[in-house]
């Protein structure tokens, strides 16, 4: 019989093709590049269970027109990307009806509602467990006007009874010295952990995932065969070589829009491109994440230093980095944390998958019966990455998953 076929191995092809091998099941894990030097490789390390609402709510919409015309800005378009934008804009802006907002949120808030018990049991079986921080994340605000831009994020978690907590002053520096003593309010999210090297965590679970019998071939996807009857039978590499498949699972991240496309089955896929710094002698020891929503960035211990991340720059998957959005959010940063250093430090640009309505999908093709989807997790790949496993597992083998997965459905759009 032909394996199953995982397309992608990033965190969450990765965890897709470990969950299905622990079941007995026989995997073949397929990237174009080594696993997890994708979009895993220079994450921000988050396990952010507090971040699920829709990028698309009005707090957002507000200051939007403000960060575009900033090209400093946490959001940026390249002008000539911006003709392939407008379906997407179209998409986002409708995803922005209240009616819309509070499917979108109950979607998200279900799919992180199980990142803990997921999470907790991959890394338990994986001998994993010291990866995950006991830390949570502190949102830090300069001043009250700043606490109130962000009050919709605070309303939508009080809803979904998220754990959270408002600081003032010396209790703020209490938790982290380092930061600045012009921060007038922060709240901390306790159950927003990090993990320790997410490159790492990516290599120990396709180790843990070979070590049951799975297999990784590198390889670039080209092309699928399919039977009269629409079953995909084998994928196409880029050199040649031909992967027979009994069941298929793509998961390529913001590459999974052109293989679905090849499918007849085009996925409204854009890809978020993301910057980080990872500082290796940073000056300062940290505890807990941080992020500053009014800056946009976030700031996590992880992979043996402190790494400097955040901001949106839209620009497809083929124009070149520009670092110059790595260095402002570095500049930014050091605003939070004076007594930074930058001496050792390495730049880093990854795609997320990103959809407009800020949910992803997950669960069966529409089209051909032996074909899933696992993509468009756009901030919350790691997050989300274990629960996602568990589900496309459940899927696959016949399982009931614990949660509706309507809503994760390709043909949503």
């Not at 470990?18 to 099941?25: S, V």
């Not at 002008?79 to 995803?95: D, E, H, I, S």
């Not at 965590?201 to 065969?225: I, K, P, S």
């Amino acid at each position: 019989m032909s394996p199953i076929l995982v397309a992608g191995a990033g965190i969450i092809g990765t965890t897709i093709a470990y969950a299905l091998q622990r079941r007995g099941e026989t995997v073949v894990l397929i990237d174009r590049n080594q696993p997890g030097r994708g979009a895993s490789f220079g994450n921000m390390a988050s396990i952010a269970v507090t971040e699920f609402m829709p990028a698309s709510r009005p707090g957002i919409w507000a200051q939007m027109p403000k960060w575009l015309l900033d090209r400093e800005g946490p959001v940026r378009i390249r002008p000539t990307y911006m003709p392939k934008l407008v379906p997407w804009f179209l998409r986002f802006l409708a995803a922005s009806r209240p009616s819309k907002l509070r499917e979108l949120e109950t979607a998200g808030a279900a799919l992180c509602g199980r990142v803990p018990e997921d999470l907790g049991a991959l890394l338990s079986e994986t001998g994993l467990q010291h990866m995950l921080s006991a830390e949570g994340c502190l949102s830090l605000y300069a001043d009250e006007a700043e606490f109130r831009a962000d009050r919709d994020h605070i309303e939508i978690l009080e809803r979904f009874g998220s754990r959270h907590q408002v600081l003032r002053g010396d209790a703020i520096r209490d938790l982290e010295p380092a930061l600045t003593n012009t921060i007038d309010k922060a709240v901390l999210f306790p159950d927003n952990r990090s993990i320790s090297d997410p490159y790492k965590l990516v290599v120990a679970l396709v180790e843990a995932f070979q070590a049951l019998g799975g297999t990784v071939v590198r390889g670039d996807v080209v092309a699928f065969e399919q039977n009269e009857t629409g079953i995909i039978s084998a994928l196409r590499l880029k050199d040649g070589r031909r992967v027979e498949a009994d069941r298929v699972v793509l998961a390529a991240g913001a590459y999974t829009a052109g293989l679905s496309a090849k499918l007849g089955e085009p996925i409204p896929l854009e890809t978020e491109r993301g910057y980080s710094t990872q500082i290796m002698a940073p000056g300062i020891s940290m505890r807990h994440s941080i992020i500053w929503p009014a800056r946009a960035f976030m700031v996590t211990p992880t992979a043996g230093g402190i790494r400097v991340g955040g901001t949106v720059e839209m620009a497809g998957l083929e124009a070149p980095p520009d670092y110059r959005r790595a260095k402002v959010l570095v500049k930014r940063a050091k605003e939070a944390l004076p007594d930074l250093k930058v001496d050792e430090a390495s730049e880093w640009m990854g795609h997320r998958p990103a959809l407009a309505d800020t949910v992803p999908v997950m669960g069966p093709s529409a089209k051909h019966r032996n074909v899933f989807y696992a993509t468009g997790h756009g901030h919350l790949g790691l997050t989300y990455a274990a629960t996602t496993g568990r589900l496309i597992a459940d899927l696959i083998t016949g399982a009931k998953p614990p949660i509706d997965m309507k809503p994760y459905r390709v043909d949503r759009f």
